[in-house]
């Protein structure tokens, strides 16, 4: 518990002790195969004749896959939470190999240090044969050893590989919000000018385009970047009733003038045509 400082400190330093363990197991468990081998090839010379040697490696043994439960069990959970699948796995099996030996042995001690029994007498009452158990634990010393390479083997790489489609580019406002100001300031840099269009040559035409530019060109108070002529069309449009956000598209101009043009040329106008003594 955080509150208690002490027991704290007390659970740090087990988890340390059993990862040391742990990865001093690996050398207990290869002097153990180094001392069978040399036992097998030497005629029983090693660990047969030898009653010293024969303790030496039953206790290096039992201190190596013993002592490495509690370190595979939080193994597996870690590589789990990291998305290590065969790592996950193979620390899985293992610590399921070294619970179940663990717990039939502890049986058969239990049993012969209650009913008093001698360890053949206590065989008896185990459900699995002895050799079978025999064949469980040296395969777990095998897979010890094998989940000691792998921890230094990096097999992350093709799980990188089946992440990378997963990372999409999510479309958020603020995003758009972005793109939109950056359209309107390459629009505002890259705007060419209006194609001139021919005046047609009535003369009542041009009496009534007089009057029309008389009312619709407000004074000097609008933007000086705004030409006379998209003045014009913008208070023209919005005389003939065309919605504010519609002006653009009737005027086949892109969105992003709607911001530099259209709202500050109807702004100002709106504003002029509110002041007193303005027809």
């Keep these: ?5 002490s027991i704290e400190k007390l659970d740090t330093g087990i988890l340390y002790v059993l990862e040391l363990a742990s990865s001093l197991s690996v050398l207990l468990l290869a002097f153990g195969l180094i001392a069978s081998m040399a036992n097998v090839l030497t005629k029983g010379s090693v660990l047969t004749d030898n009653l010293f040697m ?5 206790w290096t043994q039992c201190i190596a896959i013993d002592a490495s439960v509690a370190g595979t069990i939080i193994r597996t959970f870690r590589y789990h939470a990291e998305g290590e699948r065969v790592k996950t796995w193979l620390y899985g099996l293992l610590s399921a190999l070294l619970l179940f030996t663990a717990a039939i042995v502890l049986n058969i001690e239990s049993v012969q240090q209650t009913l008093n029994l001698t360890l053949d007498a206590a065989y008896v009452h185990v459900f699995i044969p002895v050799e079978v ?14 989940a000691h390479a792998m921890r230094h083997v990096q097999v992350s ?12 580019l999510i479309i958020t406002p603020e995003l758009l919000h972005e793109l939109r100001v950056l359209l309107t300031q390459t629009t ?4 060419q000018p209006e194609t001139p269009q021919i005046a047609e040559t009535s003369s009542v035409t041009d009496a009534d385009e007089q009057v029309t530019e008389e009312h619709t060109i407000p004074d000097g108070s609008l933007l000086l970047s705004v030409s006379d002529e998209e003045r014009n069309k913008v208070i023209t449009a919005h005389k003939q009733g065309i919605p504010r956000r519609e002006i653009c598209s009737y ?3 892109g969105s992003a003038k709607y911001t530099t043009i259209v709202k500050p040329v109807l702004d100002s106008y709106v504003e002029q045509e509110q002041r007193p003594g303005t027809e």
């Design 1 to 5: 518990m955080k509150q208690f400082s």
């Design 54 to 58: 024969q303790r030496v490696w039953a």
């Design 133 to 146: 158990l025999i064949w469980i634990r040296s395969v777990a010393i095998v897979l010890l050893i094998v």
């Design 157 to 168: 790489h093709r799980a990188g590989k089946e992440r990378a489609p997963q990372q999409t």
């Design 188 to 191: 505002v840099s890259e705007e």
């Design 251 to 253: 005027l086949r101009w």
